[in-house]
């Protein structure tokens, strides 16, 4: 996440089936790609814990409109938890630490099976006849 107000990332994927099929002469082929797909909601929670690894923490100071470095303040690490309080959402982890708490909710849609339908017919033939219909492909969601 970029932004704690809150954000939605969004992947577009192609589909695409590289099969041979043989048609026989005097035949008009068909082919057609169905994509059964299923969703997934899950709630989550992401815990970020700021730890500095040093005693002074560089602060930097900068202009939204030209992002140009305007001032560098000194931050002492045992001021971390005086300066991200309760009341901006961080709970003081030690004297040295804070701990934040985001929430969200995770929508997944992904292809659960595919099939690949192929019809044929004769050009003489008024209507198509199933030439091969191809085994369903079950596809898992990556755990």
């Not at 043989?22 to 730890?51: G, W």
């Not at 560098?72 to 938890?81: A, E, I």
């Not at 005086?82 to 969200?104: C, M, N, Q, S, Y």
């Amino acid at each position: 996440m970029t932004k704690a107000t809150g954000q939605t990332f969004e992947e577009t994927l192609t589909w695409s089936v590289d099969s041979q099929v043989q048609v026989k002469p005097r035949t008009r082929t068909t082919a057609a790609l169905m994509i059964r797909e299923e969703e997934i909601r899950a709630d989550l929670t992401i815990e970020s814990i700021i730890r500095p690894l040093y005693d002074r923490i560089p602060v930097y100071i900068r202009s939204r409109k030209t992002g140009r470095t305007l001032e560098v303040l000194d931050v002492l690490s045992n001021q971390l938890s005086d300066i991200l309080t309760e009341t901006h959402g961080f709970t003081k982890v030690g004297p040295w630490a804070v701990r934040r708490e985001t929430k969200g909710l995770a929508r997944l849609v992904y292809g659960a099976e595919q099939v690949v339908d192929v019809r044929t017919c004769s050009l003489d033939a008024k209507t198509p006849q199933p030439a091969l219909q191809s085994p369903s492909v079950n596809i898992e969601p990556v755990q």
